[in-house]
């Protein structure tokens, strides 16, 4: 299924994943509202009170800094600042996400946003430059973004911050053994990419 709500009645938490849908790309934006509403109405029958939704973005600095971005307002920014969580800088918030933090507001949930910073961003848009530049072709390029995802270093972080907020206790040894071989690989990546010669590659 494209999506899998995991519970614990005895931790009063729900964990809600989206998995990859292929959508028409004109239907994507209605798709995602009418996904959303659903998933609301359900969280409102629930008496949910707050809605932490989980993404990752492009690295501010030139390394990344393992911090953890906030996106909501003001008053709950205030209230959740004592996790040391950053100010989100100005930036767009798109998909599904952002359609459920704008139910959010209309149904007066505590809608949150928390972001970890990615390194598959940089290798992206390193990859978008490589193809440009005809020294890469997609296939190449599609092969060696398989190797870096998911972002296991991103999903710790936001695993601790999540853990944070709710007081919970989660082990994340065996996600950080995996991100310390996901970090190598990703080095070891981006060192074949940068070091890939200008050769006219014919994409067709």
Not at 9 to 16: F, G, I, P
Not at 23 to 31: C, D, L, M, Q, R
Not at 105 to 123: H, N, P, Q
Not at 139 to 156: K, M, W
Request: charged share 30%.
């Amino acid at each position: 299924h494209a999506l899998r709500i995991f519970g614990r009645e005895d931790l009063n938490l729900a964990v809600l994943r989206l998995y990859h849908v292929d959508v028409p790309k004109g239907e994507i934006g209605s798709f995602y509202a009418h996904l959303s509403r659903i998933l609301m109405e359900w969280i409102e029958r629930s008496e949910i009170e707050t809605l932490l939704v989980l993404g990752t973005m492009y690295p501010v600095e030139e390394k990344e800094s393992g911090d953890v971005w906030i996106a909501t307002e003001d008053w709950l920014r205030e209230k959740y600042s004592k996790y040391g969580f950053k100010p989100l800088p100005s930036t767009t918030i798109s998909g599904l996400a952002a359609n459920m933090l704008e139910e959010c507001l209309v149904k007066r949930i505590d809608g949150i946003y928390l972001a970890a910073e990615s390194e598959v961003y940089r290798l992206v848009s390193e990859l978008g430059k490589k193809i440009s530049e005809g020294t890469l072709k997609q296939s190449q390029a599609f092969e060696y973004l398989g190797r870096v995802i998911p972002d296991v270093r991103a999903a710790t972080l936001l695993v601790e911050a999540v853990s944070k907020i709710l007081g919970l206790k989660v082990d994340v040894k065996k996600l950080m053994e995996v991100r310390d071989s996901y970090n190598r690989l990703y080095m070891q990546v981006m060192e074949k990419i940068r070091a890939a010669r200008t050769v006219p590659v014919f994409v067709g």
